[in-house]
């Protein structure tokens, strides 16, 4: 009976689909109204239950409903070729602002909001290479910033005084948590040596697990990685190795339950909290669009994730640099020139 | 030194295992006579089926039996349409590539309302053999490897075995070779080239199983992410001999553990990233190329078999 359901839930979503591709309108309902203000929220192939961008994105969205009666809704793409139409539909019901989860969007983007100059967009992780269109909203965030401290956790946390970076295909974006991190290692425990490796991949698992073991091998034993999928195979990994001698780090949102013995915590990039803040901001027009907005720890939109491996005297270390970077004393380095020059 | 030897060597193992069980796959299938670049979708589909039977039976081997089944059922179609119908062989094969993407991204989407299965628990891992695992250098890679890697060299040792030393082998290379030759001494071309591919499903299959819940613990739409084609380059690259073949994914396997090993000696500082992962590609399209000397496919390959024609 439940499968049932499901099926017919399917179905009908994909009769709503045909029916607002063919661009009839009043398929809808409850779009009419006006008055309020109106949110959606379109996901990548992941689906609303990703456990990752996608879902925290519309947790932000349903924070926002419950605290500001804001009207939501959200649309899944099944492919790649899903993002234009399903951008288009809902700027067509003139919905107020219109969230892209994630750099995947980047592209189309700028396509979508030229065509509808009157409505919001909002994307996430993504400035569009600096062009943002005045009805856009880009939100990045200060990544370096999160990985220092993870930097500083691993660098407390070492017993070797070797460290390990792995990071998915090499980039601005993933060099500014390298740098974020070493950094982060460098000012809690300069005695420590990073090992730095991009599988230059975001999904190669077996590729992952190679570069862990062998790190691991060498005498490593603590690991961030900013890589994606690739970053699976480091949990893989560091399962099969001794509890309390062997780390993980994890990044994006907490990643413990893929090895909770071994991870020590995670870089966590408050989505929600975005999504949740600049709806708001848009709501009470505060904010001006067509800017890349970066969020970091001031604005509770980067943290640690909470893990009981994080020993009291480490977890006060962060907090204490956590204040340094928001009071400005400390200059995270972005990229690896800014690094060399760090203290 | 011996540390970078002993990581190489580890690399190199668990990287070219999945190669070797789907290149002995399209080894099959291919000494037949049939092109399978449907060794992707079948590492695909058994990728799927293993992780999804895993979680749901909590036993990780049910899981592998239930890949096998799934890569025959996937190899069935293509032998029909192949075999029996004598379509092109390649068109069929890319068809399945699609079909077994597009099926299980579905079916995952369906299952669990997500991009990726849940984390697979109960996995199959490394396996040390006493003794054995403590000789240095080789122990902690050939005997403390995952049951996989046993698992394709044995195939690989019996697929010798049954193509050279068995009637059933040389009948397989005859229809690949010379179908008319074969049939005319009473060998049936058709059931012996649906035999072969099935094998090759299955095989291939438990090669996406090793991605799924050995190497890694779940399925998503970039677990198997073109290794079903670096397979088959082995397979050529090979020269379509059992041995030859796993000395190539071997040999792929080393060429990516050297970018690797690179990297983390610190290589990178005077070569780029990038250039260190291209590596294994470049090294053996130089292989390929320089050293092996011509590649000699069997001589019916691709060529859908009727009666009575020549």
């Known amino acids: ?343 | 030194m011996i540390d970078i030897l002993t990581n190489i060597l580890q690399t190199t193992v668990l990287y070219a295992t999945p190669l070797i069980l789907a290149a002995m796959g399209g080894l099959f299938s291919e000494r037949s006579g049939v092109v399978n670049i449907g060794l992707e979708g079948l590492m695909t589909i058994g990728a799927f089926t293993a992780a999804v039977t895993t979680i749901n039976t909590g036993s990780p081997w049910i899981g592998v039996l239930a890949a096998i089944l799934a890569g025959i059922v996937l190899a069935l179609p293509h032998a029909i349409a192949s075999i029996t119908f004598k379509a092109d062989q390649v068109v069929s094969g890319v068809a399945i590539n699609f079909l077994a993407l597009g099926l299980s991204v579905y079916l995952v989407k369906y299952l669990y309302n997500s991009g990726q299965t849940p984390t697979v628990q109960k996995k199959i891992e490394a396996l040390s053999i006493p003794g054995l695992s403590e000789i240095p250098v080789l122990g902690p890679s050939l005997f403390k490897a995952t049951a996989f890697t046993y698992i394709a060299i044995a195939i690989v040792i019996i697929s010798y075995i049954i193509l050279y030393k068995t009637t059933f082998g040389m009948r397989l290379r005859a229809v690949g070779e010379h179908p008319h030759a074969a049939e005319t001494a009473g060998v049936s071309v058709i059931q012996l080239r649906y035999i072969a591919v099935l094998i090759s499903g299955a095989l291939a299959a438990i090669g996406g199983a090793c991605l799924s819940i050995s190497i890694g613990s779940e399925f998503n739409q970039g677990t198997v992410a073109g290794q079903g084609f670096i397979a088959l380059a082995a397979l050529i690259f090979g020269k379509w001999k059992p041995f030859g073949t796993l000395g190539a994914a071997t040999f792929f396997g080393f060429a990516v553990a050297l970018s690797l090993m690179g990297q983390l000696i610190g290589l990178v500082k005077y070569v780029p990233s990038e250039v260190l992962s291209m590596a294994p590609y470049i090294l053996t399209i130089l292989a390929l190329a320089g050293f092996v000397g011509r590649a000699v496919s069997p001589a019916a390959l691709g060529k859908p078999y009727e009666k009575g024609s020549r």
């Not at chain 1, 604005?299 to 340094?324: C, F, G, R, W």
């Open chain 1, 1 to 343: 009976m439940k499968k049932r359901a499901w099926l017919s839930l399917l179905l009908s979503s994909v009769l709503v689909l045909a029916v607002g591709c063919s661009g009839q309108k009043g398929a809808e309902g409850g779009g009419d109204k006006a008055a309020g203000f109106k949110l959606g929220l379109v996901t990548d192939t992941g689906g609303l239950n990703d456990q990752s961008f996608n879902q925290i994105s519309w947790e932000g969205a349903k924070r926002a409903q419950k605290e500001l009666g804001v009207d939501i809704q959200p649309l899944e793409s099944k492919r790649d070729d899903d993002y234009i139409p399903n951008l288009t539909k809902f700027a067509r019901e003139k919905r107020d602002i219109i969230w892209a989860t994630g750099f995947k969007f980047e592209k189309v983007i700028p396509e979508v909001a030229e065509q509808f100059p009157n409505v919001h967009f909002g994307i996430v992780d993504s400035n569009l290479g600096g062009k943002i269109p005045k009805n856009v909203v880009a939100v990045t965030f200060k990544e370096h910033e999160g990985s220092f401290l993870a930097g500083v956790a691993a660098a407390l946390t070492t017993k070797t005084n070797k460290i390990g970076f792995i990071g998915g295909i090499s980039s601005p974006l993933i060099k500014k948590f390298e740098s974020g991190f070493r950094a982060g290692v460098k000012a809690a425990n300069p005695k420590a040596q990073v090992t730095v490796a991009y599988a230059e991949s975001f999904n190669d698992v077996t590729k992952g697990r190679s570069l862990a073991k062998n790190m691991y091998n060498s005498g490593i034993d603590v690991i961030y990685h900013a890589a994606g999928g690739v970053g699976k195979g480091l949990f893989d990994e560091v399962k099969t190795r001794d509890k309390g001698k062997y780390w993980a780090i994890g990044v994006d949102m907490d990643q413990s339950g893929l090895a909770p013995d071994h991870t020590l915590t995670s870089m966590v990039k408050r989505v929600d909290t975005a999504i949740f803040n600049i709806t708001k901001d848009l709501k009470e027009k505060k904010l001006e669009t067509g800017k890349e907005v970066q969020l970091g720890f001031k604005e509770n939109a980067l943290d640690l994730a909470k893990s009981q491996h994080l020993k009291p005297d480490v977890m006060k270390k962060i907090e204490e640099y956590k204040q340094k970077i928001i009071n400005g004393e400390i200059k995270v380095p972005k990229t690896e020139a800014e690094l060399a020059s760090f203290k």
